[in-house]
């Protein structure tokens, strides 16, 4: 049996590939490997009833995670998986190449992640190629979760916010400096926190300060990651991820502002990416 995951810092989505049946799919947080280890990996997975009754019939593992950047992070994931998974062979990629797969397939194109974190990577059809202002959610992650996230909490705190607005975060959110404090810089998932605030945008999103908003949050991720490559005008530019779904509309006039050509815009990319690995390996 085949098992498939695309992975965020948020949610893992999973998908088994079952004998003659539809395949099973399943939800685990996120297992980003630079705010979990081994075991804390392990017990996610051990503590999910879908996958259990499965666990020794998986045969191969292909896992694409975010801050799955580097050789002792594959590592973290495939120890974690394996303890788990005893008859699996496991293969740990990032989350930018299992976006390129399901966004670009064989073809030649730029996979984008916004969703609680951002990125970019160049798919030639064969090998991706990371972007080079991967910085993470302190210093980057433009037009992400986290990035919204924290511009929502200074315009609050910093009284930017026109009042009605304001009065909604108040009521959806507690918001004060003890509090901002202790879940950004004394407890772990900082930047998971962050994204949490960006569903607010959802609920006021035809307000003309959160239009502007994800204006300026998206013409930054276009600015910073996209038309830095002088030859992008020649390429198609595919996003992932829940906040490039949400808000698609203000996105796609974006790109166009900036004459980005827009192929696939998708939620989560597992079901394409799991077709996709499921032909390759059917004919390999």
Known sequence: MILVADSGSSKTDWMLKLPDSKALEFHTPGLNPYFL?????????????????????VTEIYF?????STPDKHETVSNGLSAFFKNAFIS????????????????????CVLGTGSNIAFFDGKNVINGVHGLGYILGDEGSGTYYGKKLITDYMYG?????????????????????????YQQ??????????????????THEYTQNLLK????????????TYPDYHQHTFHFVGSIAWHFKDILLTACKQKSVKVGKVLQKPIHELFEFIV?????S
């Open 92 to 111: 740990v990629d990032s989350d930018s190449i299992g976006s390129a797969y399901a966004t670009c397939g064989t073809g030649k194109g730029f996979s």
């Open 188 to 205: 772990p998932g900082g930047n998971l926190y962050l994204a949490s605030f960006a569903r607010f945008l959802s609920e006021v999103r």
């Open 160 to 184: 930017n916010m026109p009042d009605e607005v304001a009065q909604a975060f108040s009521s959806n959110y507690t918001v004060d400096h003890e509090t901002i404090t202790k879940k950004l």
């Open 37 to 57: 280890n081994e075991n804390e990996i392990t017990k996610i997975i051990a503590n999910t009833s879908a996958i259990q009754p499965y666990a020794a019939q």
């Open 64 to 68: 694409f995670g975010a801050g799955c």
């Open 279 to 283: 032909k390759r390996e059917a004919a």
């Open 216 to 227: 300026n949050g998206f013409n930054e991720f276009i600015d910073t990651h996209i038309l």
